[in-house]
């Protein structure tokens, strides 16, 4: 069915733009799947924070299938920093849960920030593409769906005392600052 194809006929600059979203969307799910299995290594036994942390996780593994399909549905080449996102997720997610629960939280709420103001601007760049095609549509509402997930993990993150977090402004500056980098790095290589 169209809704399982890619469009036709796209300029080159609309599929650059198609390619560049759906690499660094898949990327960025890896890199939260990561993030949350370096959270779970280190607070997964802990009462509190273990089954937040494991409820967001699962809405992540749910995400990064949805981007699985659609980058072999829409034929595009992967990150090649898939492994680096990996690492640097897992390495991520267990430093700041060792600094303690309210450290992992204000990592999610860091990164969560950043992650939904992406979304926005990606929805603004794929207005580019022709909606004529069924996929594209698609494509649109997944990414306002998983941008409102993300924005509900920073709700959670919040709720769950991230900003009282050792040097939280600091913190939240780093990381949100690596992910902003990650995000441009992600969307040539």
Not at 83 to 90: D, I, N, Y
Not at 110 to 131: F, R, W
Not at 156 to 181: D, E, F, I, W
Request: proline fraction near 4%; aromatic fraction near 4%.
């Amino acid at each position: 069915s169209s809704i399982s194809t890619t469009p036709s006929g796209l300029s080159d600059g609309q599929r650059a733009s198609l390619d560049s979203a759906i690499r660094v969307d898949q990327a960025g799910e890896v890199a939260a799947n990561w993030i949350y299995r370096g959270q779970m290594a280190v607070l997964g036994r802990d009462r509190e924070a273990g089954p937040v942390i494991q409820n967001m996780w699962d809405q992540e593994k749910k995400h990064l299938a949805v981007m699985n399909m659609l980058q072999l549905q829409h034929n595009v080449r992967p990150t090649a920093l898939w492994e680096v996102a990996k690492v640097a997720g897992f390495g991520l997610g267990a430093v700041t849960a060792l600094m303690g629960k309210e450290a992992a939280m204000a990592c999610t709420e860091a990164v969560e920030t950043v992650i939904g103001e992406h979304y926005d601007d990606q929805l603004n760049e794929l207005n580019c593409l022709p909606s004529s095609h069924p996929s594209i549509p698609l494509l649109r509402e997944v990414i306002k769906e998983f941008r409102d997930d993300e924005l509900e993990h920073l709700d959670t993150a919040v709720a769950h005392y991230a900003q009282r977090a050792p040097a939280h402004a600091l913190l939240s500056t780093v990381v949100g600052m690596g992910c902003k980098v990650a995000i441009e790095l992600c969307k040539r290589f």
